[in-house]
């Protein structure tokens, strides 16, 4: 490995420690991988323990110590992925490049992963390749690219076609990627001219009344959790703190969700707004845009939206011609962790270290990023902001229902004829929005992604919103072909024995117990009992730190509620106990080892 | 009525839990007014001559025979009790599980220090007589059912005293902070 690329890492991010995602993820992307002695400059140019750097790197799913090819291919293995037909996509992917998943061809040149969802559960299945993403693969295409990379190409020029509109083929992001916005509301049309509010709304108002209007709005979180806006803004500009920030979530790791994506490509300008209007209001000079790493190929792109901004005086000092109201963004990447979309796990990497979740309280707005008080906001939430200053808090109020007001953005993906982005007013029942996307033959919904639930026919009835069926936006839809246990719930537990940071113990080592007692259903050995065993343990996961942690068995829970059946009927009748243990199987490695025939 | 009848045994143990049963001291004489041992090696009583009441189980199961001891436990006592770590979890015998058995074997007998050049043959025991070995070391309930578990390495005398005494009043067992809590 070039050392100089080590020191001029560091070098550009002024031997910051609070910068060491930063460094490290300039080096991974030159070098492919972190040797020993870039961990041990880093340690000591940044004055941190070699422990320090080394937990960082282990933490995060693209960072690594080993060399991971000169072309690094993350294969998306989210259940979305295995429906549109990952696996032959997988064994070409093995059998061209002559390895397995998990490991590096001889020559250096191919290495093949898993990754988690990449946030295209649209257009699966899809993979990252050196952080270009490759959508709809299919085994020809697959031999393609493998053949180009056998001949040194460029990653950039093996796309085949853009054949999508919008933004994603401007000259800064040169991406195959598509929106299929499939319906757009009040918050993502295009009639909006950006800087509007800044410019002439703003001076006008103290941040105060903008607290105001947007509590008058009563827009909450668009992340999943749903707290009231306009109140967290409020408790941050009352916090006591020298600085404060405004740190936007573009980390959404939950699979099957998407929507920031398309509005991080088509309304960057918009979120940025919202993010100024922010910081005014709470009185902050500078804002973080944490983007997951999947989404690194949008970075270039939304830096110079943020130049753009800067040059009409829509970021920088005295924004808008108002005095002393000074603010800048900056993007922060994550490196593979769904873990920090968690607000805390997210101010954590932001810092530099392993994205755990931390103790609460004290809640961000009181001591967040740096200690001081901090708002996280989803970047949904951050662009409906504008448009509530441009309509006013009343006009948003007036959409949706009394208590969930506004819109919106879902997220549709798996068995139906449209997938895609639809902004809809809350209050649609599930019919609704089935009929909606084109989806017949329903046999269940994951709503919310793994962390929410999986729920059938009889609950289609429900609402989308906060005082019935809250989402973060996923819906992924499954057909009467899909085997819900053995496909769906077994494919989102591995997910969350994955992405456990593992600091809590029931979250780190019940997960790998819950998969073991549904395997253990699945193959026929399970009884009546390990249905209660299920049940019991799921209360045990509310005394983990965090939200991933208390959802984490969600999938087993919420399939064993609204899917008992599918339980009951692999079970073993009349039979009080049963491990499953197979005595025959257990022997027969020793047998074959001291080439002995087993005898029983 | 007649006494409860108990039966001992060590699996994949080191025999720790079973001293651990005669650590009660003087209290082994109320213990033998209030029962009667069956199979286990305190008394030597290699095969079961009747149906016991409690059967109590020290050590996981790394071979054969100890799968084919415990599921003659289970067939014999009305109550099982995996006592001490090893029974419950494995203990330090599932150290090896992480490395495949065909290397755990080759270390033994042909690579590790002490018998490496020894071994001319490069013979790893095979005789049918030998139990043969599992893929990696289970904890009891793995293989058959647990009614109890006693945990502890080993669990200590006055555990064990109170856990025998309240199966045999039917009393609801005591348990202090200090014998649930280990670290």
Redesign the interface.
């Given at each position: 490995m070039e050392n100089n690329t080590v020191h001029s890492a560091i070098r550009k991010y002024n031997q910051d420690k609070m910068r060491l995602m930063d460094i490290l993820i300039e080096i991974q992307d030159n070098e492919n991988y972190i040797s020993d002695d870039a961990v041990r400059i880093i340690s000591e140019k940044l004055e941190l323990s070699l422990v320090d750097v080394e937990q960082t790197i282990s933490f995060y799913h693209f960072l690594s110590k080993e060399p991971q090819g000169k072309y690094t291919i993350y294969l998306n293995n989210s259940i979305v992925s295995n429906m549109m037909g990952r696996q032959i996509v997988a064994e070409t992917f093995e059998n061209e490049a002559g390895c397995k998943f998990g490991e590096v061809a001889e020559d250096g040149i191919i290495g093949l992963f898993d990754t988690a969802c990449i946030g295209m559960s649209d257009q699966e299945p899809a993979a990252l390749i050196n952080g270009n993403v490759f959508i709809h693969l299919t085994p020809f295409r697959v031999k393609e690219i493998v053949r180009d990379m056998r001949t040194g190409k460029d990653v950039k020029k093996m796309h085949t076609s853009y054949l999508d509109g919008g933004q994603n083929k401007s000259e800064y992001l040169n991406s195959a990627v598509r929106n299929n916005i499939m319906r757009m509301g009040p918050v993502l049309t295009d009639d909006y001219n950006p800087g509007t509010i800044i410019m002439n709304n703003l001076p006008q108002l103290t941040p105060e009344q903008v607290i105001e209007e947007i509590k008058t709005s009563n827009i909450r979180g668009r992340g999943g959790a749903g707290f009231p806006t306009g109140l967290k803004w409020e408790f941050c500009r009352i916090a006591k703190g020298d600085k404060k920030y405004i740190l936007c979530n573009a980390d959404e790791g939950e699979p099957g969700t998407y929507k920031d994506r398309v509005i991080l490509t088509e309304r960057p300008k918009l979120l940025f707004e919202g993010m100024v209007i922010a910081g005014y209001s709470i009185g902050a000079t500078e804002g973080i845009l944490y983007l997951r790493y999947e989404y690194k190929y949008l970075k270039h792109y939304l830096e110079n939206a943020l130049e753009e901004a800067r040059g009409k005086n829509l970021l920088g000092n005295d924004i808008g011609g108002i005095k002393g109201f000074n603010f800048d963004i900056r993007i922060q990447l994550g490196a593979g962790a769904y873990i920090c979309g968690e607000e805390s796990a997210l101010i954590e990497s932001i810092e530099g270290k392993r994205g755990e979740p931390r103790d609460r309280p004290p809640y961000p707005v009181e001591k967040g990023y740096n200690d001081c008080p901090t708002v996280v906001n989803n970047v949904e939430t951050l662009c409906s902001v504008v448009k509530i200053m441009l309509k006013g808090g009343e006009w948003y109020s007036s959409l949706g229902t009394p208590v969930s007001t506004g819109t919106k953005v879902l997220n549709i993906s798996g068995d139906c004829k449209y997938p895609g982005i639809y902004e809809v007013e809350w209050g649609l029942t599930i019919i609704d929005i089935l009929d909606m996307v084109g989806a017949t033959d329903v046999q269940a919904i994951q709503v919310g992604g793994p962390s929410g639930s999986l729920i059938g026919p009889e609950e289609f009835d429900r609402k989308l919103c906060y005082s019935d069926l809250v989402t973060g936006g996923s819906f992924i839809i499954f057909n009467f072909n899909r085997d819900l246990l053995k496909n769906v719930v077994l494919n989102f537990t591995d997910f969350f024995i994955e992405e456990s940071c593992g600091s809590c113990v029931p979250c780190r080592s019940m997960i790998p117990l819950f998969k073991q007692k549904l395997e253990k259903i699945l193959s026929g050995n399970g009884v009546a009992s390990d249905l209660e065993d299920l049940q019991s343990w799921g209360k045990l996961m509310k005394t983990n730190r965090c939200g991933l942690g208390h959802t984490a068995a969600n999938p087993i829970l919420t399939s064993l509620k609204n899917f008992r059946y599918l339980y009951e009927e692999k079970l073993e009748r009349g039979k009080?106990?049963e491990?499953g243990?197979n005595?025959e199987?257990?022997?027969?490695?020793?047998?074959?080892?001291?080439?002995?025939?087993?005898?029983? | 009525m007649s006494k409860p009848v108990i039966a001992t045994a060590t699996l994949a143990g080191c025999f720790g839990c079973h001293m651990s049963l005669l650590d009660i001291d003087e209290k082994i004489l109320d213990l033998i007014e209030l029962v009667e041992f069956n199979k286990s090696p305190i008394d030597d009583i290699k095969n079961f001559t009747k149906k016991c009441d409690i059967g109590l189980i020290e050590g996981g199961c790394c071979n054969?025979e100890n799968?084919h001891v415990l599921k003659d436990f289970r067939k014999n006592c009305n109550i099982l009790i995996s006592f001490g770590e090893c029974a419950i979890m494995g203990g330090l015998p599932a150290y090896r599980n992480p490395i495949?058995?065909?290397e755990c074997?080759?270390e033994a007998y042909l690579n590790g220090p002490s018998v490496k050049g020894h071994n001319e043959s490069g013979i790893?025991?095979?005789d049918?007589e030998i139990p043969?070995?599992?893929?990696?070391v289970?904890p009891c309930?793995?293989?058959?059912?647990i009614d109890y578990f006693l945990p502890g390495c080993p669990p200590s005398a006055e555990l064990i005293w109170n856990a025998l005494t309240a199966l045999i009043t039917g009393n609801e067992m005591e348990l202090s902070y200090e014998i649930i809590k280990f670290d």
């Amino acid at each position: 490995m070039e050392n100089n690329t080590v020191h001029s890492a560091i070098r550009k991010y002024n031997q910051d420690k609070m910068r060491l995602m930063d460094i490290l993820i300039e080096i991974q992307d030159n070098e492919n991988y972190i040797s020993d002695d870039a961990v041990r400059i880093i340690s000591e140019k940044l004055e941190l323990s070699l422990v320090d750097v080394e937990q960082t790197i282990s933490f995060y799913h693209f960072l690594s110590k080993e060399p991971q090819g000169k072309y690094t291919i993350y294969l998306n293995n989210s259940i979305v992925s295995n429906m549109m037909g990952r696996q032959i996509v997988a064994e070409t992917f093995e059998n061209e490049a002559g390895c397995k998943f998990g490991e590096v061809a001889e020559d250096g040149i191919i290495g093949l992963f898993d990754t988690a969802c990449i946030g295209m559960s649209d257009q699966e299945p899809a993979a990252l390749i050196n952080g270009n993403v490759f959508i709809h693969l299919t085994p020809f295409r697959v031999k393609e690219i493998v053949r180009d990379m056998r001949t040194g190409k460029d990653v950039k020029k093996m796309h085949t076609s853009y054949l999508d509109g919008g933004q994603n083929k401007s000259e800064y992001l040169n991406s195959a990627v598509r929106n299929n916005i499939m319906r757009m509301g009040p918050v993502l049309t295009d009639d909006y001219n950006p800087g509007t509010i800044i410019m002439n709304n703003l001076p006008q108002l103290t941040p105060e009344q903008v607290i105001e209007e947007i509590k008058t709005s009563n827009i909450r979180g668009r992340g999943g959790a749903g707290f009231p806006t306009g109140l967290k803004w409020e408790f941050c500009r009352i916090a006591k703190g020298d600085k404060k920030y405004i740190l936007c979530n573009a980390d959404e790791g939950e699979p099957g969700t998407y929507k920031d994506r398309v509005i991080l490509t088509e309304r960057p300008k918009l979120l940025f707004e919202g993010m100024v209007i922010a910081g005014y209001s709470i009185g902050a000079t500078e804002g973080i845009l944490y983007l997951r790493y999947e989404y690194k190929y949008l970075k270039h792109y939304l830096e110079n939206a943020l130049e753009e901004a800067r040059g009409k005086n829509l970021l920088g000092n005295d924004i808008g011609g108002i005095k002393g109201f000074n603010f800048d963004i900056r993007i922060q990447l994550g490196a593979g962790a769904y873990i920090c979309g968690e607000e805390s796990a997210l101010i954590e990497s932001i810092e530099g270290k392993r994205g755990e979740p931390r103790d609460r309280p004290p809640y961000p707005v009181e001591k967040g990023y740096n200690d001081c008080p901090t708002v996280v906001n989803n970047v949904e939430t951050l662009c409906s902001v504008v448009k509530i200053m441009l309509k006013g808090g009343e006009w948003y109020s007036s959409l949706g229902t009394p208590v969930s007001t506004g819109t919106k953005v879902l997220n549709i993906s798996g068995d139906c004829k449209y997938p895609g982005i639809y902004e809809v007013e809350w209050g649609l029942t599930i019919i609704d929005i089935l009929d909606m996307v084109g989806a017949t033959d329903v046999q269940a919904i994951q709503v919310g992604g793994p962390s929410g639930s999986l729920i059938g026919p009889e609950e289609f009835d429900r609402k989308l919103c906060y005082s019935d069926l809250v989402t973060g936006g996923s819906f992924i839809i499954f057909n009467f072909n899909r085997d819900l246990l053995k496909n769906v719930v077994l494919n989102f537990t591995d997910f969350f024995i994955e992405e456990s940071c593992g600091s809590c113990v029931p979250c780190r080592s019940m997960i790998p117990l819950f998969k073991q007692k549904l395997e253990k259903i699945l193959s026929g050995n399970g009884v009546a009992s390990d249905l209660e065993d299920l049940q019991s343990w799921g209360k045990l996961m509310k005394t983990n730190r965090c939200g991933l942690g208390h959802t984490a068995a969600n999938p087993i829970l919420t399939s064993l509620k609204n899917f008992r059946y599918l339980y009951e009927e692999k079970l073993e009748r009349g039979k009080e106990y049963e491990t499953g243990f197979n005595l025959e199987q257990a022997v027969s490695e020793s047998c074959e080892a001291t080439t002995r025939v087993p005898n029983f | 009525m007649s006494k409860p009848v108990i039966a001992t045994a060590t699996l994949a143990g080191c025999f720790g839990c079973h001293m651990s049963l005669l650590d009660i001291d003087e209290k082994i004489l109320d213990l033998i007014e209030l029962v009667e041992f069956n199979k286990s090696p305190i008394d030597d009583i290699k095969n079961f001559t009747k149906k016991c009441d409690i059967g109590l189980i020290e050590g996981g199961c790394c071979n054969s025979e100890n799968v084919h001891v415990l599921k003659d436990f289970r067939k014999n006592c009305n109550i099982l009790i995996s006592f001490g770590e090893c029974a419950i979890m494995g203990g330090l015998p599932a150290y090896r599980n992480p490395i495949p058995i065909k290397e755990c074997l080759e270390e033994a007998y042909l690579n590790g220090p002490s018998v490496k050049g020894h071994n001319e043959s490069g013979i790893i025991p095979n005789d049918e007589e030998i139990p043969m070995m599992l893929d990696k070391v289970y904890p009891c309930h793995e293989i058959v059912k647990i009614d109890y578990f006693l945990p502890g390495c080993p669990p200590s005398a006055e555990l064990i005293w109170n856990a025998l005494t309240a199966l045999i009043t039917g009393n609801e067992m005591e348990l202090s902070y200090e014998i649930i809590k280990f670290d």
